[in-house]
Antibody, heavy 121, light 110 residues
Framework: QVQLVESGGGVVQPGGSLRLSCAAS????????MHWVRQAPGKGLEWVAF????????YYADSVKGRFTISRDNSKNTLYLQMNSLRAEDTAVYYC??????????????WGQGTLVTVSS | SSELTQDPAVSVALGQTVRITCQGD??????ASWYQQKPGQAPVLVIY???NRPSGIPDRFSGSSSGNTASLTITGAQAEDEADYYC?????????????FGGGTKLTVL
């Protein structure tokens, strides 16, 4: 069965960096685009970033553009999110999600359990 | 970028029917998908596309769309349906990919 397992969350000071990982199994990871979605405490879902199945295209939410970098290693079935210049407003549970996207249809069929990132001094 | 608007809270009596709506310009061009999230858990896909349910989702969940509004209907709501529900779609503005989520609707089953 499909499994997505995030890791790397923790407490970091404002201006600091953190790298999240998402280990994928149960499907052909190299054939699917992947996203990061976050959820601040008590708030709704917010899209963060997308990477194409082969890593050739990447897109970011305006709120993280220039600070976060999404990447993947298809040989390790792993997705990453490098987060730099972290701010208090980046505090959230970060989910990786497998996306199905063609034409006017885009949806997330599988989600990880999430990893909590807390930005605080 | 576009936004998706949802009512913050909706309630339904046990066994009755409830509709949760999602409004936004992007829905004129792109399908909505719907997610159920219970406290402390990751979201779960319940409806995608025109009206498709993933395996394991009860058939009391259905979706529909008209103009700039997408709807999730639960026919015969059960106690276990009490959760937050989020819609999402692609964003129609700009040439690059952007994804938008609604603010979520908290469903209470009375």
């Amino acid at each position: 069965q499909v499994q997505l397992v995030e890791s790397g969350g923790g407490v970091v000071q404002p201006g600091g960096s953190l790298r999240l990982s998402c280990a994928a199994s149960g499907f052909t990871f190299s054939s699917y685009g992947m996203h990061w979605v976050r959820q601040a405490p008590g708030k709704g879902l917010e899209w963060v970033a997308f990477i194409r199945y082969d890593g050739s295209n990447k897109y970011y939410a305006d709120s993280v553009k220039g600070r976060f970098t999404i990447s993947r290693d298809n040989s390790k079935n792993t997705l990453y999110l490098q987060m730099n210049s972290l701010r208090a407003e980046d505090t959230a549970v970060y989910y990786c999600a497998k996306v199905v996207w063609f034409g006017e249809l885009l949806y997330y069929d599988y989600w990880g359990q999430g990893t909590l990132v807390t930005v605080s001094s | 970028s576009s936004e998706l608007t949802q009512d913050p809270a909706v309630s339904v009596a046990l066994g009755q029917t409830v509709r949760i709506t999602c409004q936004g310009d992007s829905l004129r061009s792109y399908y909505a998908s719907w997610y159920q999230q219970k406290p402390g858990q990751a979201p779960v896909l319940v409806i995608y596309g025109k009206n498709n349910r993933p395996s394991g989702i009860p058939d009391r969940f259905s979706g529909s769309s008209s103009g700039n509004t997408a709807s999730l209907t639960i026919t015969g709501a059960q106690a276990e349906d009490e959760a937050d529900y989020y819609c999402n779609s692609r964003d129609s503005s700009g040439n690059h990919l952007n994804v938008v989520f609604g603010g979520g609707t908290k469903l209470t089953v009375l």
